[in-house]
């Protein structure tokens, strides 16, 4: 009798620990990628299962990168909040109010609001998603003491330091040269205007970074800003002296389009294998979902 019944509590013990491992390996996972664009390799690869990444860009990709697109698409049903991108400069020294540069570039952005913003967000398919800037709400203009630091130093140098990394539709291009994008573009027209406005002849110098070393980058002072599908969050705005915004964006999934009945719900996420770009919002996002 003994013996049968220290034979059933070793069969459940055994049943226990197989579901137990099972109920483990249930668990998602997330690998952090150094750019977005790896993501379309990592799913075709079939090294990942879901990509969490700007729609913005996948959206572009996914249209115009034919051999990376064409086993891919975006999960429709499952959308996170919406978010905005911005612009980041360092913070103002203790005593002054603001970068005076994040004004100047606020500035240009509602001059070139009708002319040069819209041509550019056209041209890049982003036009439905363009910011009205003149009259977003959580745009208030700078009060108080500027502070001119930054300002003089790319006075002195004859150029802006911009910190970006190679993020189709944003930033178009090879590590060796930029070939254009909606945010080197507009760089490119809110510099020539700040030029003709204050008589200067301040150039635009692109430094390729990895984006999760941007905060150190921007603290080292190697770059003077952060122009480059920044999203805004309460983190970063205590962080930096951020522009107003100016490009409407969100979290988006991209599955391979075998997967398109696995996943179709943010549940059925928490079991995938997640990728997104080191230090995005869409690590932000995947790191949520797996409770990480």
Do not use: H
Not at 71 to 79: A, D, G, Q, S, T
């Amino acid at each position: 009798m003994k013996k049968a019944i220290i034979m059933i509590i070793a069969i459940a013990l055994a049943v226990s620990c197989v579901v137990g491992l099972a109920a483990c390996s249930a668990k998602g996972t997330y690998t952090p990628l150094e750019a977005q664009a790896n993501i379309f390799t990592e799913l075709n690869s079939k090294t990942a299962d879901v990509g969490i990444m700007d729609f913005t860009m996948a959206n572009y990709l996914l249209k115009t990168e034919s051999s990376l697109a064409s086993n891919l698409m975006i999960v429709e049903n499952i959308e996170f909040e919406k978010e905005y991108y911005g612009i980041a400069f360092r913070k103002a020294a203790a005593g002054k109010s603001y970068n005076k540069l994040t004004d100047l570039v606020n500035e240009a952005l509602i001059a070139l609001k009708d002319t040069s913003y819209a041509t550019i967000a056209e041209k890049y398919n982003a036009a439905a998603n363009k910011v009205d800037l003149a009259y977003t709400a959580s745009y208030v203009k700078k009060t108080g003491t500027a502070d001119e630091t930054d300002f003089n130093k790319i006075g002195t140098a004859g150029k802006i330091v911009i910190g970006y990394t190679l993020n189709a539709p944003m930033a178009i291009g090879s590590v060796d040269s930029l070939t254009g994008g909606i945010d080197t573009e507009l760089a490119e027209a809110v510099v020539a205007y700040i030029n003709e406005q204050l008589s200067t002849n301040i150039a635009i110098e692109w430094k390729l970074i990895s984006w999760g070393q941007k905060e150190a980058e921007m603290e080292a002072g190697t770059i003077d800003c952060i122009w480059n599908g920044l999203t805004i969050t309460d983190a970063r705005s205590e962080m930096w002296d951020i522009t107003m915004p100016y490009l409407e964006n969100k979290q988006c999934v991209v599955i391979r389009k075998a997967d398109k009945d696995v996943y179709t719900t943010v549940d059925s996420l928490k079991k995938a294998s997640i990728v997104a770009e080191d230090g995005s919002a869409g690590e932000d996002v995947a790191k949520e979902l797996l409770g990480l």
